[in-house]
């Protein structure tokens, strides 16, 4: 069994997501805390997450230090998580972003790419929908975790994970089997470019995008993280630009330049033109 933790270990680790990653770990999380740090444990050669703290306050913030965020961060995803958001995309959102980009590169950067499915599914989307023999499709993926990156670069999924949420038309021309799993097609590969980057840290020079996805990760942050990454990323957007939250996060604060804007039944914000 796995043993507890004090108070004093828990905002312990409180204290290193908020600093390390902008996370915050809600008092009643102790629980799931303890088993998500059960493999570091296990790697550490540890028994208790008393003994993991002693050794992250012995050492100076380095390799345990990211393996305890990267375990304490949420990875879920899926292809085409929130399919109406999918339908809004290539329906409403995409076709005069599109248009707007011609004679230039097409920009989209998903800013919490977690296992890959994301931006594998904007490139599918845009590749299926949109590529008429000229288009420049350009996806940054971008995430915090460089293990979560690793895997999403790599492109390669369990059968089960390929499952989730791809038709088997778009299945059967994107992905193509692989080792037991299902790997994506050489087709839609160079459209994604992968790279490590902390929401809450200082961000590199990345451009301009037509469309921004920063889907189900803004709700692990506090109100002040939150504001700030959205102002940050309002600056991002060209003209006509559109920024899209997760399907159940609302945006509590419209950053200037940008308007609320419903695309179909899908809420997101927009920069003025
Ligand atoms: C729940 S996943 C969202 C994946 C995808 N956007 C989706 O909606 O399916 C959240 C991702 O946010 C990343 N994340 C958490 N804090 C972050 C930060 N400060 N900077 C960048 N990425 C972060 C995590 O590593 C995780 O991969």
Not at 126 to 136: A, P, V
Not at 162 to 179: N, T, V
Request: charged residues 20%; contains cysteine.
């Amino acid at each position: 069994m796995l043993s507890p933790m004090t108070q004093d270990e828990f905002q312990f680790l409180q204290k290193l997501m908020r600093d390390r990653s902008a996370n915050v770990l809600e008092a009643g999380k102790e629980s799931t805390t303890v088993m998500r740090l059960s493999p570091v444990l296990k790697a550490e050669g540890l028994t208790t997450i008393g003994d993991l703290v002693k050794k992250l306050r012995a050492t100076g913030v380095g390799r345990l230090h990211t393996q305890v965020v990267e375990s304490l961060t949420v990875h879920e995803s899926s292809f085409f998580r929130d399919p109406p958001v999918w339908s809004a995309l290539r329906e409403h959102v995409l076709p005069p972003l599109v248009r707007a980009s011609a004679g230039r590169p097409f920009r989209a950067w998903c800013g919490a790419t977690s296992l890959g499915q994301e931006p594998w599914s904007l490139a599918i989307t845009l590749k299926r929908w949109f590529y008429t023999g000229t288009e420049q499709f350009h996806i940054t993926a971008t995430d915090i975790s460089e293990k979560a990156l690793a895997y999403a670069m790599a492109g390669r999924y369990t059968a089960l994970e390929a499952s989730r949420g791809l038709s088997p038309e778009l299945s059967q021309r994107f992905l193509k089997p692989d080792a037991g799993g299902m790997s994506v097609s050489a087709d839609i590969r160079p459209m994604v470019q992968f790279r490590r980057l902390n929401l809450c840290q200082d961000w590199p020079d990345l451009g301009q995008f037509d469309l921004i996805l920063m889907r189900n990760v803004l709700y692990y942050f506090d109100p002040v993280d939150r504001r700030s990454v959205l102002d940050r990323a309002a600056r991002l957007l060209y003209p006509g630009g559109v920024l899209l939250l997760g399907a159940g996060e609302i945006a509590t604060h419209t950053p200037r330049d940008l308007t609320p804007h419903r695309f179909g039944t899908v809420p997101a914000l927009r920069r003025g033109c």
